[in-house]
Antibody, heavy 119, light 112 residues
Framework: EVQLVQSGAEVKKPGESLRISCKGS????????IAWVRQMPGKGLEWMGI????????IYSPSFQGQVTISADKSISTAYLQWSSLKASDTAMYYC????????????WGQGTTVTVSS | QSVLTQPPSVSGAPGQRVTISCTGS?????????VHWYKQLPGTAPKLLIS???NRPSGVPDRFSGSKSGTSASLAITGLQAEDEADYYC????????????FGGGTKLTVL
């Protein structure tokens, strides 16, 4: 079964760092792109950026460039989303999503990781 | 402000037909890029509903259909059922943005 399994919920304080993960299984990890999508409480989906697992080519949405880092370790079929200094406004649900190409639909989604940033 | 514009909400009675619009521009839908639609129930990940403008993935009822013309697309749901109450999002690719992939703002469907 093709699936993306994300790491568990996180509760952090402002200024702390964080890395959440997304592990793929059931398919050839390096032939797909993995995107990260933010959903703030009560709001819509926002595409943050994407990484191609074959060569780690990474593209960021202008809104998220410099705010987060997307990376991957293809040896363990895992993509990451990282913050160096969290803000309260980073509180959201984060989904990873598999793209075949940038213009293709997302047929496989992770279950989501809730990140809560509060002092 | 989303690159793709959707109505915030639509509603309909059980059995009725509703449509949800998705309006883009010459750099996304108007260039010929496909639109895809997703359904999201509260507390769950989005689920692909329509791909490539009008294709239903396996398991999606034929009550759901999609179309695209020029810079606009629409999702139609016929025979509305209670379980159709959800948030719906359109998604496409935009050639003018470095980030490229864009979502609509989402539409809340209420079944009356």
């Amino acid at each position: 079964e093709v699936q993306l399994v994300q790491s568990g919920a996180e509760v952090k304080k402002p200024g702390e760092s964080l890395r959440i993960s997304c592990k793929g299984s059931g398919y050839s990890f390096t032939t797909y792109w993995i995107a990260w999508v933010r959903q703030m409480p009560g709001k819509g989906l926002e595409w943050m950026g994407i990484i191609y697992l074959g060569d780690s080519d990474t593209i960021y949405s202008p809104s998220f460039q410099g705010q987060v880092t997307i990376s991957a370790d293809k040896s363990i079929s895992t993509a990451y989303l990282q913050w160096s200094s969290l803000k309260a406004s980073d509180t959201a649900m984060y989904y990873c999503a598999r793209h075949e190409t940038l213009s293709a639909p997302v047929a496989v989604w992770g279950q989501g990781t809730t990140v809560t940033v509060s002092s | 402000q989303s690159v793709l514009t959707q109505p915030p909400s639509v509603s309909g009675a059980p059995g009725q037909r509703v449509t949800i619009s998705c309006t883009g521009s010459s750099s996304n839908l108007g260039t010929g890029y496909d639109v895809h639609w997703y359904k999201q129930l509260p507390g769950t990940a989005p689920k692909l509903l329509i791909s490539g403008n009008s294709n239903r993935p396996s398991g999606v009822p034929d009550r759901f259909s999609g179309s695209k013309s020029g810079t606009s697309a629409s999702l139609a749901i016929t025979g509305l059922q209670a379980e159709d109450e959800a948030d719906y999002y359109c998604q496409s690719y935009d050639s003018s943005l470095s980030g490229n992939v864009v979502f609509g703002g989402g539409t809340k469907l209420t079944v009356l």
